[in-house]
């Protein structure tokens, strides 16, 4: 089925359900839409990010926020050479991980967010 036909197939089942007047009482029914939460993302974007959200998962930049900020803890109170030498070497590689996902979808860094606290 094209794109085109599948259109006015739905078109038509909403015109037929409001008929039916399945539409008249819908909780919120004169109310303004909820915001969409993810409006800050491209239009490409948002799809994936509702997948991953129902999923439980995390895209993979906020996963990497959420590691990196763990690694700068565990760094901040590391006291052994040799540990802090494997933390500075995950940092350096989660961090560049991240400047090439951001870079690459032409996105900023976000430098202050929750989503940055450790899990």
Do not use: W, Y
Not at 22 to 33: C, Q, R, S, T, V
Not at 47 to 67: C, H
Request: charged residues 35%; aromatic residues 2%.
């Amino acid at each position: 089925m094209r794109s085109r036909d599948f259109h006015v197939l739905v078109e038509a089942r909403i015109r037929e359900a409001e008929a039916r007047g399945a539409f008249e009482d819908l909780p919120g029914k004169g109310k303004a839409m909820p915001a969409d939460d993810l409006a800050g993302l491209p239009e490409e974007d948002r799809m994936a990010a509702r997948i991953q959200r129902i999923a439980g998962s995390a895209p993979e930049e906020v996963e990497l926020l959420r590691d990196i900020a763990a690694l700068r803890e565990r760094l901040a109170a590391c006291k052994d050479e040799k540990e802090r030498a494997k933390l500075t070497e995950a940092l350096g590689a989660k961090t560049t991980r991240l400047s090439i996902l951001f870079e690459a979808s032409g996105r900023n860094v976000l430098v202050h967010s929750k989503l940055t606290e450790p899990r």
